[in-house]
């Protein structure tokens, strides 16, 4: 009998694992002569203070949403999409050609044709290993993951190929039409007259279409009957089919979308950031969304409040590679600890506190 009520398990599991983290990363910090209280200070006034830290934490958080709640999608179907980055790199390509041989009078019409592009690649990239899945019985974790190492070889043979310009060393496309750049939170900042406000922050208005998926999703998967099915067959698939719930289209279906929802990262950073198709764009984003998802508890809302701590632990390990000694080795081993503690060990935080709900409950 589960007697832990589920805000105890959205709200202080996750809690006491970030406690526990923090704790760690404090003894590593200490042991390399560093005060943890400067580092936490530095992180929250590069990152919270500044309107400039705002502008990257939430150009981070734009990221990880994405990916975040593409793995949400899929374990809700007891599917582990370990795949984003190779979805998030056809995205980057889907965003590339769109924008280079479609010509755009305006932005507000190049997004819409860069999403569409970027979630069909994507999904495209997710339905050939759900195919497998679903027909063959090839484990999705090894399909996808071998199929980022397929999507870097395909992202490189354009870069260096077809979509590079002649006389170009840079293995990256053309500077995309000025049409299809994206408006900054610099921009929109200036036209309400502060002018001072996110300078030089790459954070756009793919920003609000995150925002828009996390809502998407909420509906797609507790509002919806497609969202039921998938709920099913990852409650008990067995059950599910007993039911008429078809595994096979189910499956395909819910990996596609997965793969949409990392395609759709390329957005912030192929259109948005650096305005051209460039190697390395996802610079991880696709394999942190499975700890953004695994903390956020697979629902929208935890995707959000999840993947704006990563956001701030990003912009804040930068801010600490610059000011102080800590090297970036450090930052990345307490990025890590995050995720060890919010994710692979959660039960370790959650048997305790189930313990201490029964004896208040049998008391």
């Not at 709200?11 to 694992?17: A, D, E, I, Q």
């Not at 290993?129 to 999507?151: C, D, E, W």
């Not at 998802?293 to 935890?302: D, I």
């Amino acid at each position: 009998m589960d007697v832990m009520p589920k805000w105890a398990d959205v709200v202080l599991v996750p809690l006491f694992s970030l406690l526990l983290a923090a704790f760690l990363s404090a003894l590593l910090i200490l042991a390399i002569g560093e005060s943890p209280s400067e580092a936490l200070s530095l992180m929250v006034q590069g990152t919270l203070l500044r309107s400039a830290g705002w502008g990257y934490m939430l150009y981070y958080t734009t990221n990880f949403i994405f990916t975040g709640l593409a793995v949400s999608v899929a374990f809700h179907a007891s599917l582990f999409n370990i795949g984003g980055e190779g979805q998030a790199m056809m995205g980057g390509l889907g965003v590339s050609l769109v924008c280079l041989f479609i010509p755009w009078p305006h932005w507000s019409l190049a997004i819409v044709g860069a999403s569409v592009g970027a979630a069909v690649f994507g999904m495209i990239w997710a339905g050939l290993p759900a195919y497998l899945q679903a027909k063959r019985g090839s484990h999705i974790v090894i399909t996808t993951i071998m199929f980022n190492f397929i999507a870097a070889g395909v992202l490189n043979f354009f870069l260096v190929g077809a979509l590079k310009p002649k006389g170009s060393m840079d293995p990256a496309t053309a500077n995309f039409p000025a049409s299809t750049h994206l408006p900054t939170f610099e921009d929109m900042a200036q036209l309400v007259g502060f002018e001072k406000m996110f300078r030089s922050a790459p954070a756009n208005v793919s920003f609000f279409i995150a925002l828009l998926a996390c809502v998407a999703v909420w509906y797609l998967i507790w509002r919806s009957p497609l969202g039921y099915e998938i709920r099913a067959l990852g409650k008990s698939g067995p059950a599910a089919r007993y039911a008429g719930i078809g595994s096979v289209k189910i499956i395909m279906i819910t990996m596609m979308i997965s793969g949409a929802l990392c395609g759709l990262m390329a957005i912030n950073t192929t259109q948005g950031e650096s305005e051209r198709l460039i190697l390395n764009f996802t610079e991880g984003a696709g394999f942190i969304g499975i700890a953004v998802a695994l903390m956020g508890r697979s629902h929208p809302l935890g995707v959000l409040l999840a993947a704006l701590l990563f956001g701030f632990l990003y912009q804040g390990g930068a801010e600490l590679a610059l000011w102080t000694k800590i090297p970036r080795e450090l930052i990345i081993v307490i990025q890590a600890l995050v995720i060890l503690f919010t994710g692979a060990l959660t039960m370790m935080v959650r048997a305790p506190l189930e313990r201490l709900f029964l004896m208040a409950w049998r008391g």
